[in-house]
C-alpha cells in the first residue's frame, strides 16, 4: 500500500469515526423519553440539537492541517505545500518537534534568512519563481543599477541555497525550496 493511500485510508476513517460519534449522540437525543424521564444510556458528551450544523471536517475544516497534526504528530511544527510551478507541480512537506528546534543552536539560521533580507535579492527570488531565469531578464529590474549588482546578489542567494545555476547565465529557484520560500513570505506579509 503506497504512504498517500494509508493517509488517505486513516484521513477517511477518523472522518467516519467522528461522524459515528456525532450521530449516536443524535441517537441519543432522539431516543431519551419525552416526559423528561432518565434514559438508561448515559453519555459523556452533550447530544447536540437536531438542527445544530455537524462539526466540520475533512475538506469542510478550516483547521483540517493544524488538526490532523495535532493527532499525528503531537508537538511538531510542520509546513507543506502543493504548487504548480513552471518546472511542474512541487509537492512538499518538512516537519520538526518544537523542542528539538529550541534546543538547537539558531546563530547558523542567521546566513540564509540574511540572504533573503535585502529588498533586491527577495525581488530576484520572486521575479526567478515567476519566470524570469536569464541574467539579461533580471538586469531589467529596477531594484538592480548595474550588472556587478546584480551578479553580487545572484551569488548569495547561491551560497545560501536560494537559487541555482545549472548553466551559465540560468538561475532557478530549487524545487525543495520553493515551499519554504513562499511560507517565509506568508511569515513576512501575516
Known amino acids: 500500500m503506497e504512504p498517500d493511500d494509508q493517509s488517505t485510508i486513516e484521513r477517511r476513517l477518523a472522518d467516519l469515526e467522528h461522524e459515528v460519534a456525532r450521530l449516536s449522540a443524535l441517537a441519543a437525543h432522539f431516543s431519551a423519553p419525552a416526559d423528561g424521564a432518565e434514559s438508561g444510556a448515559e453519555s459523556g458528551a452533550e447530544p447536540q440539537a437536531?438542527?445544530?450544523?455537524?462539526?466540520p471536517t475533512g475538506a469542510d475544516d478550516p483547521l483540517w492541517f493544524v488538526n490532523e497534526l495535532g493527532r499525528r504528530a503531537p508537538g511538531a511544527v510542520m509546513m507543506a505545500g502543493a504548487v504548480e510551478t513552471q518546472a511542474g507541480p512541487v509537492r512538499w512537506q518538512y516537519?520538526?518537534?518544537?523542542?528539538g528546534l529550541l534546543a538547537q543552536d539558531w546563530s547558523d539560521l542567521a546566513r540564509p534568512l540574511e540572504a533573503l533580507g535585502h529588498p533586491a535579492r527577495i525581488e530576484l527570488v520572486r521575479q526567478v519563481m515567476r519566470g524570469a531565469h536569464t541574467t539579461a531578464e533580471l538586469l531589467q529590474l529596477e531594484h538592480l543599477a548595474s550588472s556587478g549588482q546584480l551578479y553580487h546578489h545572484l551569488r548569495q542567494l547561491v551560497t545560501a541555497g536560494w537559487l541555482v545555476s545549472p548553466r551559465r547565465g540560468y538561475y532557478e529557484v530549487p524545487a525543495a525550496r520553493v515551499v519554504p520560500l513562499l511560507v517565509l513570505t506568508m511569515i513576512a506579509s501575516s
Open 95 to 99: 516537519g520538526l518537534h518544537a523542542e
Open 50 to 55: 437536531a438542527d445544530a450544523a455537524p462539526e
